[in-house]
Each structure stands twice: as C-alpha cells, then as structure tokens.
C-alpha cells in the first residue's frame, strides 16, 4: 500500500529516510492536499531502473522481430565466435 505524507513530515529527514528504506515503494509527498514529490530509496530506485531498461531492450526486441530482422541463432553465433 503506497505511503502518502504531507511535505512537512519532510522536516524530519532521518523518519524520511528509514520509511524510504523499510519499504521498496515510493513515498508520495502531498502539498496542501495535492501530490507534489515522490521518494524512494536508492535501492528501491535503481531497481525500478533496472527493470525499466529491460522493458525498453524487449520493447526493441519485438519491434525487430515485427519488421522481420531476425537471424538464425547459428549464423548470429557464427558472427560472435569470429
């Protein structure tokens, strides 16, 4: 379940901190009642990165695929090997 917090608990930046690295979800941050940031953990980030670049190599992947520019696994590996 995400964690909402009002931009004033911001002044307490050690409780900031150990809630970013006891969850991996984000913390929204609200501003007079309106979402204003997000806060994670670097953790929590560079995972969320991770995945995101993977999903954009696949991404890539398939639309090679769809246009028809495949090889056989034999002559892509051939190419390796020389």
Do not use: W
């Not at 995101?52 to 769809?66: G, P, R, T």
């Amino acid at each position: 379940m995400p964690q909402i917090i009002p931009i004033k608990d911001l002044k307490d930046t050690a409780k900031v901190s150990e809630m970013c690295h006891e969850s991996s979800e984000p913390i929204f941050v609200t501003k007079n009642g309106y979402g204003d940031m997000v806060l994670m953990s670097m953790e929590a980030f560079e995972e969320m990165y991770r995945k995101d670049q993977l999903y954009h190599e696949l991404e890539i992947s398939e639309n090679q695929i769809k246009n028809g520019k495949t090889r056989e696994a034999r002559e892509g590996l051939a190419d390796v090997q020389n």
